[in-house]
């Protein structure tokens, strides 16, 4: 509902700005209304002033910026707030600034309200809490750190004056920070994986930035507001009831969720083998199985299907597609089948024809992908798992980089780096159009991925290389097979023991 205000100024509510401003058209897209609303001000108590736009930086997020101001004291503050959808894992941004580099410490972030920054080297950690979804740079955020911890010294001199002495030193090493004079590392952690950091070096590697994306947990899924469903007590202990073949007695266990349990029993056992055999045990080897889950985005009860079948020159996978009936989120995956491979396997394709561009690819999670010629390189994680075409993941990388390293397209980027960009977007086009052969490779530490050749033999096809190699000790840490420890599990859910 609308009212006016004491100047004339027509103020609307919020529910009211976010709909008109959903509802505008895309003639005013170039244009984006500011909305107003009356707010309270936490300084003296008076109603203020919210300004509110919804905008959209350019091939990255939806974006609310908002800004008070009050008349009567004249406060004034200003926040970003993200109007996107949550996105499906969370980020963990990591950026190593040298000493005396201040063109690092320029980098432009986005803080989600969600997003922790942790400095390790003075065991500091700003909490979501502490400063909500900004948009700044590096020293920005350390700076305003520095005014926030000053902002109470006088007091904590009169009640605490060792604690304020302490802070006073601490102050000082966080200065020298902000000011380039020590080197650190700046992490950026956000649960909600709407933070981001600036790459400068974008489309290629920045030898200083790493990125690594991960799955929600329970407590972070629930901080974040969303439905987390909790884990009731003996939920994945099977009674003797469901597991016991028609014995005649009451089941406790509904049907659907008897296969589920069993499933989770082959994973705990740490035998993949099983796995698909285990969730499938009450159909058909190639009827689709229903399986209970919760949706990724809004959190509620939604349902899995899945069936395992064998890929021809590849492995057993089992094919997975979830729809949510309360919000409409749909996603498909394909996961690999049968035992962790002894090996990595390294894919190298060389694509000269059109054909090559229609053959099916599978890309895992743990993949990477380099295109020499273009120096293009996207560490394991980066896209997810796909099933695609080479065409298709061209594709998918393109609108990939263009939506995570949106700042190399706004109105303040420098030119010569929007020239760079260009140039990578002349590149990739030369890619699909074929106007020089390319090569394509897909470096899986955990072998999950495949490219299909195009001759009824592997041997045959010589434009496809496939090589084994041994893991190193880092790539099993990353996926946590040093510590894997299956004996204790083994043991307990061996079905030979009484």
């Not at 079948?309 to 989120?329: H, N, Q």
Request: net charge negative.
């Amino acid at each position: 509902m609308a009212s006016s205000g004491d100047d004339g100024r027509v103020v609307v509510d919020l529910r009211s700005a976010a709909e008109s401003a959903a509802g505008a058209g895309e003639e005013d897209a170039h244009a984006p209304p500011v909305h107003e609303i009356e707010s309270l001000c936490m300084r003296c108590g008076e109603n203020g002033t919210s300004r509110l736009l919804l905008t959209l930086i350019p091939h990255f997020r939806e974006v609310v910026l908002m800004a008070f101001e009050c008349p009567h004291c004249g406060e004034r503050n200003n926040e970003i707030q993200f109007a996107g959808q949550l996105q499906p894992k969370g980020c963990c941004y990591s950026l190593e600034v040298p000493s005396g580099q201040l063109e690092i410490l320029n980098r432009q972030v986005v803080k989600s309200d969600s997003a922790t920054i942790k400095i390790p080297e003075l065991d500091f950690e700003i909490p979501p809490e502490a400063q909500r979804g900004t948009l700044s740079t590096v020293e920005g955020i350390i700076m305003r750190a520095v005014d926030e911890l000053k902002a109470l010294q006088d007091e904590r001199k009169k009640v605490d004056p060792q604690k304020a002495e302490a802070i006073d030193q601490f102050l000082v090493k966080l200065r020298s920070l902000g000011s380039g004079e020590a080197a650190f590392t700046f992490i950026l952690d956000d649960p909600a994986g709407n933070s981001f950091i600036e790459n400068p070096h974008a489309p290629s590697s920045d030898p200083l930035l790493s990125v690594r994306f991960y799955e929600r947990t329970r407590e972070q899924q629930a901080a974040l507001g969303y439905l987390a469903e909790t884990e009731q007590p003996g939920e994945a202990v099977l009674p003797d009831s469901a597991v016991g073949s028609n014995s005649g007695g009451l089941q406790t266990e509904p049907h659907g969720l008897v296969g589920a349990v069993a499933g989770r029993r082959a994973i705990a056992q740490g035998n993949p083998d099983e796995v698909s055999a285990a969730l499938c045990r009450y159909a058909a080897p190639e009827e689709v199985d229903v399986l209970p889950s919760s949706c990724g985005a809004c959190g509620g009860q939604c349902e899995t299907r899945f069936f395992s079948t064998k890929i021809p020159y590849f492995r057993e996978v089992i094919v997975m597609a979830t729809t949510c009936d309360i919000c409409g989120y749909r996603n498909s995956e394909l996961k690999p089948g049968g035992e962790i491979p002894a090996k990595g396997k390294k894919i190298t394709l060389h694509v000269q024809n059109a054909k090559d561009l229609t053959r099916d690819v599978i890309k895992s999670d743990s993949a990477s992908v380099k295109v020499p010629e273009v120096e293009l390189e996207l560490a394991s994680g980066t896209l997810g798992g796909m099933v695609t075409t080479v065409e298709g993941l061209i594709v998918k990388i393109c609108e990939a980089l263009k939506r995570i390293h949106g700042f190399q397209f706004g109105d303040s980027t420098e030119e010569w780096k929007k020239k760079n960009w260009e140039d990578f977007n002349d590149r990739l086009a030369k890619l699909l159009s074929l106007q020089e052969p390319w090569t394509l490779i897909l470096d899986d530490g955990l072998a999950a991925s495949f490219v299909a050749p195009a001759t009824d033999s592997l041997e045959d096809d010589k434009q496809l290389t496939i090589e084994e190699y041994q893991r190193s000790w880092q790539q099993n840490e990353e996926f946590g097979l040093n510590d894997m420890d299956t004996s204790s599990a083994d043991v307990a859910y061996n079905p030979n023991n009484t």
